[in-house]
């Protein structure tokens, strides 16, 4: 391979990771209060952020699910879909469908979500075809009581970076596995930085049946669909 081929290989991902994290930034406005601007579904959408933990800062992988989403809505139609979002952080993508048209559960660990509320709560206001609902979740903890298999059915399940180097990978995958019905898909952005990310892309395989959608290496990002392996369900 020549020179002019290998860069026609790496054009398209450089140009499309360029066009997301471009397109959708616009720098702070400092007034009393401190936010980004982001474009998406038509809108112009303010997060706000804070330093103090990992939730309260928006993850590029959430601008790469939220372009997905945005510029696939004739494919992925959300309109009244019900959505649970996990690791939604400081809110872009529950925003996002919310404005989209799903009716979306927002979750995350509890000192993430006053942020979280704040943020939902200043862009879907007014805007949005169904409220959305934001409410706790920590993962692998009182699935069952707080999920109901019997009652509670999701179209999708997003996350965006919700794998990395923290404990709780294996009750990450046991939320998974306890949200998805045979027929939910689920969207997922992740970054790589370490080995156990790697793994536990092998170990979610065994589980789902993984698509990749996106592959940006200028961001190392990939962005997955997946379904849940039963015996009766169909491959993509
Ligand atoms: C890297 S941040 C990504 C946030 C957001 N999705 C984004 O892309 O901007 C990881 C998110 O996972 C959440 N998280 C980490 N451990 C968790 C756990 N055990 N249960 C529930 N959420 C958790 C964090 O609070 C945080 O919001």
């Known amino acids: 391979m020549d020179q002019d081929e290998k860069n026609e290989e790496v054009a398209p991902d450089a140009e499309l990771a360029a066009a997301i994290m471009r397109r959708h930034f616009r720098p702070s406005l400092?007034?009393?209060?401190?936010?980004?601007?982001?474009?998406f579904a038509d809108m112009e959408i303010k997060i706000t952020e804070s330093t103090d933990c990992y939730g309260a800062?928006?993850?590029?992988?959430?601008?790469?699910?939220?372009?997905?989403?945005?510029?696939?809505?004739?494919?992925?139609?959300?309109?009244?879909?019900?959505?649970?979002?996990?690791?939604?952080?400081?809110?872009?993508?529950?925003?996002?469908?919310?404005?989209?048209?799903?009716?979306?559960?927002?979750?995350?660990?509890?000192?993430?979500?006053?942020?979280?509320?704040?943020?939902?709560?200043?862009?879907?206001?007014?805007?949005?075809?169904?409220?959305?609902?934001?409410?706790?979740?920590s993962w692998g903890k009182q699935l069952e009581e707080r999920f109901p298999r019997a009652t509670c059915h999701y179209d999708y399940i997003i996350a965006a970076d919700v794998v990395y180097a923290h404990p709780y990978l294996h009750e990450l995958m046991e939320t998974f596995m306890h949200l998805s019905s045979d027929d939910t898909v689920i969207l997922w952005a992740m970054r790589f930085r370490l080995d156990p990310e790697n793994s536990f892309v092998d170990t979610f395989d065994k589980h789902f049946h993984l698509e990749e959608l996106y592959d940006l290496p200028s961001l190392r990002i990939k962005l997955y669909r997946a379904r849940k392996r039963t015996s009766a369900s169909q491959l993509f």
């Open 57 to 137: 800062v928006l993850w590029p992988s959430a601008m790469v699910l939220c372009h997905f989403l945005d510029t696939h809505r004739d494919e992925y139609n959300l309109m009244d879909k019900n959505i649970i979002e996990l690791g939604a952080g400081t809110g872009l993508v529950t925003i996002v469908t919310s404005l989209l048209g799903a009716k979306v559960t927002s979750t995350d660990l509890p000192d993430v979500l006053s942020n979280l509320r704040h943020n939902v709560n200043r862009n879907t206001r007014g805007r949005c075809r169904h409220a959305p609902h934001i409410t706790e979740l």
């Open 30 to 39: 400092i007034k009393t209060e401190a936010w980004e601007g982001y474009e």
